[in-house]
Nanobody, 123 residues
Framework: VQLQAFGGGLVQAGGSRRLTCSAS????????MGWFRQAPGKEREFVAA????????YYADSVKGRFTISRDNAKNTWYLQMNSLKPEDTAVYYC?????????????????WGQGTLVTVSS
């Protein structure tokens, strides 16, 4: 399974941005799709995840109410809509997928990773 994330860029505080992750290869083997981020000098952290079938989602407290994860099963693609962006949201955002069926926020539980896309929020 290969993942490709794109959609990053420079945005002003309070603005919005949508990230996209496209999956190719044996993508039918993946069950949970997620987004993580890594700010400069910090560890990679969980942002949001969604179950491929059913669509149940889960968010980090820091983004709850501002970010929305969604998926398009037909396109093997999932999205992260980011609204009301803050400078502290500045990070490289990574999409990830796991074959396990249980929702998890644990980084090492994800089997496949995209290359990352940088989101910079200016104040």
């Amino acid at each position: 399974v290969q993942l490709q994330a794109f959609g990053g860029g420079l945005v002003q505080a309070g603005g919005s941005r949508r990230l996209t992750c496209s999956a190719s290869g044996r993508s039918f083997s993946t069950n949970v799709m997620g987004w993580f981020r890594q700010a400069p000098g910090k560890e990679r952290e969980f942002v949001a995840a969604i179950i491929w079938s059913g669509g149940n989602s889960y968010y980090a407290d820091s983004v709850k109410g501002r970010f929305t994860i969604s998926r398009d099963n037909a396109k093997n693609t999932w999205y992260l809509q980011m609204n009301s962006l803050k400078p502290e949201d500045t990070a490289v955002y990574y999409c990830a997928a796991r074959t396990g069926v249980v929702m998890t926020t644990t980084l090492r539980s994800y089997d496949y990773w995209g290359q990352g896309t940088l989101v910079t929020v200016s104040s």
